[in-house]
């Protein structure tokens, strides 16, 4: 079975611009969760959903958003980009419906830089 | 002040040698996670355990609830146990992921 993918890889940006960053989970998991991990820190968590709706959401700008589809896939939207969001973003998928009660399985990221 | 902390931040063992990473985190829960991340950035998800012990090969990861805190220990450490380990904690609601900043280890050969 594939795991989790993610794309792009790689992006470059510059700042003010928009970014559309994607996910799609392992097949059967109706659950993806995005994080920011910065350079040298720990990841940051951005948004969880679950059967396309929102169920959790991390301390960060609405200039973040996001979106799941039916088939669970999902999107990044970052608009606005700010030198400060250059990281690397991961996706996790998981079965259930809350981020912190099911195994989280990651995506290996697409790593945004923001020039 | 976090949420989740960790230590050591940075450990270098002795292959062999047994290594303890400590996380100790001020939320209420209903589970918590280690995870390792290797150069480049994959990360794996070792456990999530909400009580007690778990024990996967060489690692075993414990928890104790009361005074919040959890242990992750590596077993006769080997070269490829050198990886960033992370500690994490949902809320007690789940819908928030609260993250460690991680403990980079090295063990050398």
């Known amino acids: 079975d594939a795991g989790v993918t993610q794309s792009p890889t790689h992006l470059i940006k510059t700042r003010g611009q928009q970014v559309t960053l994607r996910c799609s989970p392992i097949s059967g998991h109706k659950s993806v969760s995005w994080y920011q991990q910065v350079l040298g820190q720990g990841p940051q968590f951005i948004f969880q959903y679950y059967e396309k709706e929102e169920r959790g959401r991390g301390n960060f700008p609405d200039r973040f958003s996001a979106r799941q589809f039916p088939n669970y896939s999902s999107e990044l939207n970052v608009n606005a980009l700010l030198l400060g969001d250059s990281a690397l973003y991961l996706c996790?998928?998981?079965?259930?419906?809350?981020?912190?009660?099911?195994?989280?399985?990651f995506g290996p990221g697409t790593r945004l830089t923001v020039l | 002040k976090n949420e989740v902390e960790q230590s050591p931040q940075n450990l270098t063992a002795q292959e062999g040698e047994f290594i303890t990473i400590n996380c100790s985190y001020s939320?209420?829960?209903?589970?918590l996670h280690w995870l390792q991340q290797h150069p480049g950035g994959g990360i794996v998800s070792l456990f999530m355990l909400s009580s007690g012990k778990k024990k996967h090969g060489r690692l075993i990861a414990t928890i104790n609830i009361q005074e919040k805190h959890s242990s992750l220990h590596i077993t006769a450490s080997h070269p490829r146990d050198s990886a960033v380990y992370i500690c994490?904690?949902?809320?007690?609601?789940?819908?928030?992921?609260?993250f460690g900043t991680g403990t980079s280890l090295t063990v050398i050969p």
């Open positions: 939320v209420g829960i209903s589970a």
């Open positions: 996790a998928s998981s079965q259930g419906g809350l981020a912190g009660t099911d195994t989280q399985y």
């Open positions: 994490a904690v949902p809320s007690y609601t789940g819908n928030q992921f609260y």
